[in-house]
């Protein structure tokens, strides 16, 4: 039960079938599994990043993840965890996004055809917009029981809102995917987060009746923060995104420094590759000391999500704010035309433009309560104009204590 012990012991492991056979399973010769991400968004966020994660330690294993981006179900809508339903989106739009992911996926894993058990990456529109309705509710529909159905959470939860029969199909489709790729590509596991534990146990249940076959499945847990917030989501409430141009990889890797003192040794547990023998010997760490764990982690998640150059210039922006060394260059900044100044630029325009602040009357706000600066002075006038004589290349501004923007002027004085 090695492979099955490590990811245990990492706790990426929630529920799984069959747990002596897919533990033999997993030690064994090279098997095809798939995970699915609908395609809702333009982009993965933290929520999506343990199912990679677990992919990528079944690759170094041996076995070959097959990634489903779901171009197809996305036009559908998984009812999973959701009180309404998702926003009707264009088919030109989810193929976009659905583009954009791919990219994503890359710097997980290694999707060469040259090597024996290289990722694929499929897109479920490629067969289920081929799917014939009649055939379909005569060869998958007729193994479903309603009553089932009904009984599972993701329904139960939506029934008194309100749920569409589109979104109600969403579990055949999902369970008709895995029978897709055990056909064409001998998938025989699905792993995926544990909201979609129905989803999975329907596909082994619509193998075994048309094949006669037995696959297994297993998920993930539901990651949330000491505080209980869900890992999808973050500052404020926003998502921390893995496209660079939505969450840039300094505020990426601040994320990862900022995480509660409870979370660094877990978090590097599910996601990152630290050897277990070196995050034991980190989880003695306390105090202070602790920042070496989550400055660790930091590293580690950004190099994964963003590459080591990447990870490597967030560290030393981060240094460079919080701790006098390195370099402010990679903070996170805006140019500004010199010519601006003559207009009469106040630094609440700059607060605003840089997204330090969601409004002006924000910007008002958190001075009246002394939480702006520019460079080290603390901003009493956020109204005031920028002195376009006196204006430097470049000034550092902050709001609260750990967000900042470097504004750069461009142009002749």
Request: charge should be negative.
């Amino acid at each position: 039960m090695e492979l099955l012990r490590i990811l245990g012991e990492r706790g990426l492991i929630y529920q799984m079938t069959a747990e002596e056979k897919l533990s033999e399973l997993l030690d064994g010769p090279s098997l095809s599994f798939y995970i699915g991400f609908d395609a809702t968004a333009g982009s993965l966020h933290l929520g999506h990043i343990v199912p990679l994660m677990i992919a990528r330690h079944l690759q170094d294993a041996g076995h070959r993840p097959i990634i489903v981006i779901g171009g197809g179900t996305a036009l559908v809508g998984d009812p999973s965890g959701r009180s309404t339903e998702r926003t009707f989106e264009s088919r030109d739009t989810v193929s976009r996004w659905a583009g954009s992911i791919r990219e994503q996926m890359k710097r997980f894993l290694d999707f060469s055809q040259d090597r024996k058990n290289g990722a694929l990456l499929l897109d479920n529109y490629e067969w289920l917009s081929k799917l014939n309705h009649i055939e379909f509710l005569r060869e998958v529909g007729r193994h479903f029981s309603i009553n089932r159905m009904l009984a599972a959470e993701s329904v139960k939860l939506r029934l008194e809102t309100g749920l569409s029969f589109l979104e109600f199909s969403y579990s055949l489709l999902q369970a008709y995917d895995f029978l897709h790729l055990y056909r064409s590509h001998g998938c025989v596991l699905q792993v995926g987060g544990s909201d979609q534990w129905g989803n999975i146990v329907s596909g082994i249940d619509l193998i075994r009746r048309t094949e006669g076959a037995e696959t297994w499945g297993f998920t993930c847990p539901l990651v949330t923060t000491a505080s209980g917030e869900k890992m999808s989501k973050s500052q404020a409430g926003g998502a921390v995104w893995l496209d660079p141009g939505l969450t840039s990889p300094y505020e990426y890797y601040q994320f990862w420094i900022n995480v509660d003192d409870r979370d660094a040794v877990y978090f590097l547990k599910l996601y990152t590759f630290v050897p277990m023998e070196e995050i034991n010997e980190l989880a003695l760490l306390r105090g202070a000391d602790l920042r070496v764990v989550k400055e660790r982690l930091a590293l580690e998640a950004t190099s994964i999500a963003h590459g080591t150059e990447e990870a490597q210039n967030a560290r030393s922006a981060s240094r460079a704010l919080f701790e006098g060394s390195g370099s402010h260059e990679e903070v996170p900044s805006l140019e500004v035309p010199r010519s601006r100044l003559e207009e009469g630029l106040t630094w609440l325009d700059l607060f605003v433009e840089t997204g330090l602040c969601a409004s002006r009357s924000d910007v008002r706000r958190l001075a009246s309560q002394g939480g702006l600066y520019v460079d080290s002075n603390r901003l009493e006038d956020p109204v005031a104009e920028l002195d376009s004589r006196s204006a430097p290349d470049s000034t550092l501004l902050r709001a609260g204590k750990k967000r900042y923007y470097r504004v750069v002027f461009t142009g002749a004085r």
